[in-house]
């Protein structure tokens, strides 16, 4: 959980860092899909959607202040990697408990393993080894990482726009 202490240290956002929020094109997908998902009454997609957009917020409002306190570089990785081990200590929980899909849950475990290890290699390369391969690799791994978790987050949303097709094919060709 989130402590109070959190939420009292976050400082008041300028314009141009709330634009940058508010045009941060993962977390407007994943709110959109959340907001779908509750009014289709969709609670196993709303739960993930909603786990997932917190994770996003919470690593997007509260990295700025990691940089700004880690001049070693070290912080921000332990926080990154904690940020999604929670998230996946939630998915799993949730899974396990039957309120989101089982096969979500793996996957989303799946596509999250890889960032984990890029970020403790990152660690070690950082105050290491300073191999350039390493941050081309950890400069790819993440933003696809993160893209696969909002298309997770997309997937049952597009399994309903598909249904809701084949509905409206298959109601035309009965009426003919």
């Known amino acids: 959980m989130i402590s109070f202490y959190c939420f009292t240290t976050i400082k008041i956002m300028t314009i141009k860092e709330l634009l940058h929020l508010i045009l941060d ?8 899909c959340a907001l779908i998902y509750f009014a289709n009454k969709d609670r196993s997609a709303f739960l993930f959607t909603c786990v997932t957009l917190l994770s996003f917020l919470l690593s997007y409002l509260l990295t700025p202040y990691i940089f700004e306190y880690d001049p070693n570089r070290i912080y921000r990785y332990v926080f990154w990697i904690s940020n999604d ?9 949730l899974g ?5 899909s089982l096969s979500l849950c793996i996957s989303a475990q799946i596509c999250v393993i890889p960032a984990m290890l890029v970020q403790l290699l990152r660690i070690v ?5 300073n191999i ?3 941050s081309v690799l950890y400069q790819t791994i993440i933003p696809l990482s993160n893209s696969l978790v909002v298309l997770l987050c997309v997937w049952p949303l597009l399994f ?13 060709s009965d009426a003919n």
Request: proline share 0%.
């Open 25 to 32: 094109w993962q977390m407007i997908i994943i709110a959109c």
């Open 160 to 172: 309903y726009l598909i249904e809701k097709a084949k509905l409206i094919v298959f109601n035309m």
């Open 85 to 93: 081990i929670v998230w996946m200590a939630i998915i799993a929980y």
């Open 96 to 100: 396990l408990k039957d309120k989101i």
């Open 132 to 134: 350039q391969f390493i």
């Open 125 to 129: 390369d950082v105050q290491i080894l």
